[in-house]
Every structure is written in C-alpha cells, then in structure tokens.
C-alpha cells in the first residue's frame, strides 16, 4: 500500500508540473493562465480576455497573411516566444493591460487606408504597462493622402497614459510615402519607437530604426512628446529622414502639458535629414525639457540638401557631443 501511495504521489507531482510547465489552466492568486501555442488560439484571445485572466505563449507563432488585429484587455506573458508573419499591428489597440516577455520578428506591414494610425505591436497603447518587449527585422511601408492624421510607429502610433521599459526596435524601416501633400493642414508624425506619446514614461528603450517620411514631426525615437511625458536612458540609432522638425530622437517636444523631460538618452544616428527645424537631438524644443542628453559628434545634419555646422558642445536641440 505504501508504494502505491508513493506512486501516487509521483504522478500527481509528474501531471502538477506539467501543468505549471506548460500553462494549460493553472489557478494562481485567482488569476487564470491559459497557454497560447498557436496561430488560431492566439487569433482566439480576443473572444477570451477578461479581467484577471492571463494569457502566456508556450511556442513560437507564425501568424497568417490575413491576420487581423483586434482589442487587447488582459494580461500577456510571451515567455520569451516569437510572433512572426505580421503584415498588419498586432493588436488594433491595448489597453488597461500587462504585457511582457514577448519577440517580434519579420513583420511586414503594408498599409494604404486614409488618416492610419500604425504600429507593429498595436496602433494604439492605453493606460497599460508594457516590460521587455523586442521588435526586430521588420518594416512598416504606409501609402497616404494628405490634407489629415497620420501616426506611424515602430512599436505603436500612439502611447497615452501607459509606461513602457525595456522595448527595442531593431533591424527595422519605416517608409511612409505620401501620394499627394499638403501637410500645413495635416498632422503627420513619425518615430521609430512611437509616433505619438502623450502622458507616458519610457525607460531603457532602443531603435535602431531607418525612417523615410515626409511628415512635420518626425524622429529617430517620438515623432512627438506630449502632455507631461518623460523618456528615460534610452537610444536611438538610424538615419532619419522627415520633412519638418526632424530630430535624431524626437521630432518635437511640446509645451503642452509641460514639462515634457528626456533625461540621460543618447542618439547615435549617422544623419538626420529634412528641410527646416532639422537638428541632432530634438527637431524643435518647445520648452527646455532635455537633461544629460547626448548625440554623436559626427552626424551629418542636412536640411533642404545642405550640410549644417553643428557648435560643439551644443546643448538643447543639440544635445551634448558623443564619441562613438
């Protein structure tokens, strides 16, 4: 009898621990965890978000060419796994959610729809707080009209009231062509990490983001900071190429719900490119928000096909001089 109670155990001990391994259904601090292990499940989340439910991926996913984003409200735990095939965001939007943990690679965002709104992992981020997410290898490519809105970003077009570390876009291209331009009556901004950010914290965030636009706030991280936001010890690398207020790191920082702060960030980018208010570090400041910030000594900064002098040491707009 003692033995096959033994044995009992053991194999209620083996079935636990698959259970937790694998993430099936596990009750914990009454938090539901479901694994997600394919395209179809993943496609699934939408019909199963609900408060206190936690979704975590236990294999890589490639999804289809017809995906569909839609609404996140949930918690996401990628445990390191990959989610490859994207042509289109991620998610439509996420909101009051956790995300963490999660690869993207080979995106291939192809977008021609009037006034979009773009992002990889989502077109919009909300009230949520997103840790340790890394986008690599991919491109987004938007065709527009303009007069209208357009907010294009690596990771998402729009961050509002959320807070987000540890993010990375890498190896990656943003070219937005624009079929007919009129961008006095049109918002059009760009960055390699967000388009938009408005009332948000990043920290220990990095692009390594090439960027076509034509757009009048554009930057090699935020096209535009806004609205009490702060950007912490973070990167950019990448040549970036915009129309008006272009900046290696963010196209414009605003007055509007000052102060707007980018402390202890760095840009490296090799050139930044446009026609007026084109500068190293911030295309145009606003309010003086930037602190212990730094920008490679030998960008080019050219603006309306001219080389222009940089002042050492310059700060502000500027930046401080970098080495690499």
């Not at 446009?274 to 911030?282: E, K, L, P, S, Y």
Request: aromatic residues 6%.
């Amino acid at each position: 009898m003692r033995g096959m109670e033994s044995n009992m155990r053991i194999l209620c001990a083996i079935i636990i621990f698959a259970i937790v391994s694998c993430g099936f259904v596990l009750q914990a601090d009454s938090d539901e965890i479901i694994c997600i292990s394919t395209a179809e499940q993943f496609a699934n989340i939408r019909e199963l978000a609900a408060d206190g439910t936690v979704f975590k991926l236990s294999a890589d996913i490639k999804l289809p060419q017809d995906w569909q984003p839609f609404v996140f409200k949930g918690k996401l735990d990628g445990a390191g796994h990959t989610i490859s095939g994207l042509t289109d965001s991620l998610f439509l939007r996420v909101e009051d959610s956790v995300v963490s943990n999660l690869v993207i690679k080979d995106a291939n965002l192809q977008v021609n729809r009037k006034m979009p709104i773009v992002g990889i992992f989502a077109r919009e981020v909300l009230h949520s707080t997103i840790e340790n997410v890394q986008i690599a290898d991919s491109s987004v490519y938007v065709e527009i009209q303009l007069p209208g809105i357009v907010i294009v970003g690596g990771f998402a077009g729009i961050l509002e009231d959320s807070v987000i570390k540890n993010i990375a876009v890498i190896d990656s291209q943003i070219d937005v062509e624009v079929t007919e331009l009129e961008t006095k009556k049109s918002f059009f901004a760009t960055g390699g990490l967000v388009g938009l950010a408005s009332r948000t914290v990043a920290e220990n965030c990095e692009t390594s983001v090439n960027i076509l636009s034509q757009g009048n706030a554009t930057g090699g991280f935020i096209g535009m900071l806004t609205n009490s936001s702060r950007i912490e010890s973070s990167r950019s690398f990448g040549i970036v190429q915009g129309k008006e207020n272009v900046g290696g790191f963010v196209g414009i920082v605003s007055a509007n719900g000052a102060p707007n702060t980018i402390t202890n960030s760095t840009v490296f980018s090799p050139a930044v490119k446009g026609v007026a208010n084109v500068r190293r570090f911030a295309g145009l400041l606003e309010h003086e928000g930037i602190n212990g910030c730094h920008a490679y000594l030998g960008m080019a900064v050219i603006a309306e096909g001219k080389l222009l002098h940089v002042v050492p040491n310059a700060y502000g707009a500027d930046a401080a001089d970098m080495r690499k």
